[in-house]
């Protein structure tokens, strides 16, 4: 059985993929140690600046949802950029979500499904990976979460 084209996928489900961002500060988008990359934490944008709020006081689960898919998005864009290509994956390995959140909001999980789903989506099988969620005080500049994710490659 032969895997489909990643970009065929995307293409279906109506996903471009942004221009890759560049870092911040002092660090890198991507490292590669053996057969796995490290992507650096990623934060939610929305048309291009920085998704702000708090989830729980300035946004509702389904926005931050929302706004993980979107950055699942990025995320991948910069992979894509690394690699040169995405149909290396060969799978999505762990994926992290910082999710900035009021002190009693508990939904962080269904935050970060956003970005769980998605993947799946476009990897199938391969995109099945284990993950952490955390609610956190605060993320760089006011964004309402952050992801960051390790993947296998060829």
């Not at 979107?70 to 390995?93: E, K």
Request: glycine fraction near 10%; proline fraction near 3%.
């Amino acid at each position: 059985m032969s895997r489909i084209d990643i970009y065929e996928k995307l293409s279906e489900l109506g996903i471009g993929l942004p221009t890759a961002g560049a870092p911040a500060a002092a660090y890198v988008m991507c490292r590669q140690a053996g057969s796995s990359v490290y992507l650096s934490g990623h934060i939610a944008k929305r048309d291009g600046k920085v998704w702000v709020g708090k989830l729980g006081e300035t946004l509702a689960t389904q926005e931050g949802k929302q706004a993980a898919r979107l950055t699942a998005i990025d995320v991948l864009a910069s992979l894509h950029t690394f690699l040169g290509d995405l149909n290396r994956v060969q799978g999505i390995i762990k994926l992290m979500c910082l999710v900035n959140s009021a002190p009693d909001y508990t939904e962080q999980h269904l935050v970060t499904n956003g970005a769980s789903e998605l993947l799946v989506e476009i990897f199938g099988e391969d995109g099945k990976h284990a993950r952490s969620a955390f609610g956190v005080a605060q993320i760089p500049l006011g964004a309402c979460l952050e992801l960051e994710m390790t993947v296998q490659v060829a």
